[in-house]
């Protein structure tokens, strides 16, 4: 009977018996949630839209016997234990954003990002940064002499913005957590998702893991990771002036990171007798900026109220995104030198960050809904950054119901940005 019911005799000897069929196992997110799981690798549904990692069980070989156990695939890393690894080592971020740095032709069944080539993320998402239509920045050069206007106000009559210590205090802490959450895998909200689709651009790749290094640091490594981060840095300074524009925004993104990390988190007086983000770092951060907006901080199509490649309004949110958060970093940095801090004319007319559901949008067919959807809720034109700043319009019917309307629909950085904005200039 044992036999024609298929189950193993007790006296038959395990090498012989029949293997039982195993039934493919859900990631372990889903069976910690005891939901049920599309298996869809390398990421399921569930996980994907929660921004979460997704960890499939691995077919181990027990050392004991012929039987193979399953047992989940760790994917997580815990802080490095030693810095000379720092650039090889997988850290786990959203869409695989930090792979292998040192090498990145093992993955040879993805597209890389790194070259503004396609990306495929999944069987859905194909994107191409060699096509990005922007209108060209008419005084990108006010973003890279911006360092000099402390030092000439005096002579251009401009009148400093005041910035509370409570303002500059508030600031340090959001811009502190940014960097702060990398530990957490959660990229900088200037970032955006689908920079990170694929293999991640190695600048950036690089970036994240210098920096998670820097923040989980052990005594006695400081001099080797500070080396590394400003062996980086003074790469991205030396690069080609004409580079893609995907590209620039990457090296713009990845040079603000190290410039916010050397001076909220910089090394012991063992290593460092003075902040190691300097005036000279201001200077190039802001020539590295002014690379990246020359070719323009706007679509073409958002000129003309019409809607733009994905791909184009990508690349135009983020180098938006990034620009602001210098802004916001660099007036930390004068208020704590005690430099006065100006309104930034030059980007007078910039559209304010979109909703949320268009910046956190990972399919195509769901973004061009939704920006349908914030055309027609913005006949009257987009938000721009400069009507958050005090004028005659300030308080007015008008603007108060623009500024609500725009509230309704923004993200966090959005809401940190008018925070800051209504407290120096009112709202």
Not at 22 to 35: I, L, M
Not at 122 to 141: K, N, R, Y
Not at 401 to 418: P, V
Request: charged share 25%; net charge negative; hydrophobic share 35%.
């Amino acid at each position: 009977m044992d036999e024609l019911s298929g189950r193993p005799n007790p006296s038959t000897p395990a090498s012989s018996r029949i293997p039982r069929t195993s039934r493919k196992k859900a990631c372990r997110k889903c069976v910690a949630a005891k939901t049920a799981c599309d298996l869809i690798k390398p990421r399921c549904k569930r996980c994907k839209d929660r921004g979460t990692i997704c960890e499939y069980p691995a077919l181990v070989e027990s050392t004991s016997g012929g039987n193979a156990e399953n047992q989940y695939a760790a994917v997580e890393i815990s802080p490095f234990s030693t810095i000379s690894d720092a650039a090889s080592l997988d850290a786990t971020w959203p869409g695989g954003l930090v792979r292998n740095t040192a090498d990145v032709s093992h993955t040879s069944n993805e597209s890389i990002i790194a070259d503004s080539g396609p990306v495929h993320s999944d069987s859905t998402v194909v994107l191409d940064f060699h096509q990005i239509d922007l209108a060209p920045m008419i005084d990108a050069e006010e973003i890279r002499d911006r360092w000099l206007r402390p030092y000439l106000s005096g002579s251009t009559g401009q009148e400093p913005k005041q910035l509370n210590p409570h303002t500059i205090q508030y600031l340090t802490c959001v811009l502190k957590s940014y960097l702060r959450n990398q530990l957490n895998s959660i990229a900088p909200p200037f970032i955006h998702s689908m920079q990170q689709s694929g293999t991640c651009p190695p600048v950036l790749a690089y970036c994240f893991t210098l920096v998670r290094t820097w923040l989980t640091r052990i005594p006695g490594c400081e001099p080797l990771v500070l080396g590394a981060m400003r062996a980086e840095m003074r790469k991205i300074e030396s690069q080609d002036a004409f580079q893609s524009k995907f590209d620039s925004l990457c090296s713009f993104q990845a040079y603000l990171i190290y410039s916010m990390t050397m001076h909220f988190f910089p090394g012991t007086d063992t290593v460092e007798k003075h902040n190691p983000f300097d005036t000279q770092a201001v200077i190039n951060m802001q020539e590295i900026a002014f690379r990246s907006a020359k070719s323009g901080l706007i679509c073409r199509a958002e000129e003309t109220q019409t809607r733009p490649s994905w791909e184009s309004w990508i690349v135009a949110s983020s180098k938006r995104r990034t620009i602001f958060a210098m802004y916001l970093f660099t007036n930390v940095h004068n208020a704590e030198l005690e430099l006065p801090n100006f309104v930034a004319e030059e980007l007078r007319g910039t559209i304010a960050p979109e909703s949320r559901i268009l910046w956190e949008a990972s399919d195509r067919a769901v973004w061009e809904r939704e920006y349908n959807r914030h055309l027609s809720r913005w006949e009257d034109g987009m938000l721009e950054i400069s009507e958050l700043w005090r004028s005659d319009e300030t308080g007015t019917d008008t603007r108060r119901e623009r500024i609500e309307r725009w509230l309704q629909f923004t993200d966090g950085f959005g809401i940190m940005l008018f925070s800051v904005c209504a407290h120096i200039h009112g709202c």
